[in-house]
């Protein structure tokens, strides 16, 4: 086997943080040990989920605020913070806290559109009537533009507090994380619309389908139409990669069983969006590889995110965590930061 023009610098993984909902502490605090397992392990990144009426994280900020003070050194990110439930200045305001925490460790992946379970959670999120309510891309401009930290009013304006006259800007600011803002991208026009505003792009599994029946000739084109609007900011890959060398006979049989029941969707468009899935890639690290090794987006992008399935148990993540750190990952180029302890 052969990675031939594969060169992964960057490897990250994105955990579901699940949870039984009679006891969300214990799922919450083993979701927390798998951010500092995969420190341990030299992931370069860490990214956590933002999902609404299910037992996961809902709140991502508040989550990877506990997550900097159990960390120190592996990058956390947001894939991604549906930004139509959210204020575009308070949301500014957590993850500028979640940063300075973190002493600038945050990435922050958001996407635009009408949000799951609008017509639920709506009413309860805007007090009041949201049929009419904005969830275009400008929100996502108006969230970047207070990240920014431009002072309020004129150079004449300011605030009293008890620290004395100030002129009034987003607390705390967070210097370079504007820099740090990345768009989850699933169709030609976000992904051109994320390179024309200067944000980095998340592509991973599902993507629309335009133009053709084919996963990777549509991801393809994403990402040229991406690069193709000037930028030269980052493009981060995810994939379902679950490898079971170290695990035992009944969990490898459910990894299979898992992959199995996802694998119809994979086989045509799904929807009116046409939605296109790339199929989940579970199996012992010499089958992983090779098919890691014939994937055509590999070779156009030089960082990897690890997507963890939601059905799975601690230990099982970790196993993945492990194989994948030490079987898989340096036979893409990667290779563990100085002073981090590779997988063994």
Do not use: C
Request: glycine share 10%.
């Amino acid at each position: 086997m052969s990675g031939g023009d594969i060169s992964i610098s960057h490897i990250g993984f994105l955990t579901p943080g699940n949870y039984s909902e009679d006891d969300p502490l214990s799922g919450l605090e083993q979701t927390l040990q798998q951010l500092q397992y995969g420190e341990e392990l030299g992931f370069d990144s860490a990214w956590v989920r933002q999902r609404h009426l299910e037992p996961g994280i809902s709140s991502a900020s508040g989550f990877l605020a506990a997550a900097t003070q159990r960390t120190s050194r592996i990058e956390l990110g947001t894939a991604v913070i549906p930004i139509g439930y959210e204020s575009p200045y308070r949301l500014a305001e957590d993850l500028a806290t979640v940063d300075v925490l973190s002493r600038g460790r945050l990435n922050i992946g958001v996407s635009a559109g009408r949000p799951p379970h609008a017509e639920l959670i709506g009413p309860l999120a805007f007090d009041g009537d949201s049929t009419s309510y904005d969830f275009s891309h400008d929100r996502v401009l108006r969230f970047a533009d207070n990240l920014r930290g431009a002072y309020l009013g004129d150079d004449e304006t300011f605030i009293k507090t008890p620290f004395g006259p100030r002129r009034p800007r987003l607390q705390p600011y967070a210097n370079g994380l504007i820099d740090r803002v990345w768009y989850g991208g699933g169709s030609q026009r976000s992904a051109g619309w994320a390179g024309r505003n200067g944000f980095n792009l998340l592509t991973g599994n599902v993507i629309t389908g335009e133009g053709t029946d084919d996963f990777f000739v549509a991801q393809s084109r994403l990402i040229e139409t991406y690069r193709d609007s000037g930028t030269q900011r980052r493009v981060a890959l995810g994939r379902v990669i679950v490898p079971f060398d170290s695990a035992d006979a009944p969990t490898r049989r459910r990894y299979r069983d898992y992959a199995d029941g996802r694998h119809q969707r994979t086989l045509s468009p799904q929807g009116e969006r046409r939605t296109l899935f790339a199929r989940d890639i579970v199996g012992r690290s010499e089958e992983i590889l090779e098919r890691l090794f014939a994937d055509p987006i590999l070779p156009e992008v030089s960082e990897l995110r690890l997507e963890l399935p939601y059905e799975f148990e601690h230990e099982e993540y970790r196993q993945i965590l492990h194989d994948f750190a030490s079987r898989i990952a340096p036979e893409l180029g990667w290779k563990a930061q100085p002073g981090i302890r590779a997988a063994s």
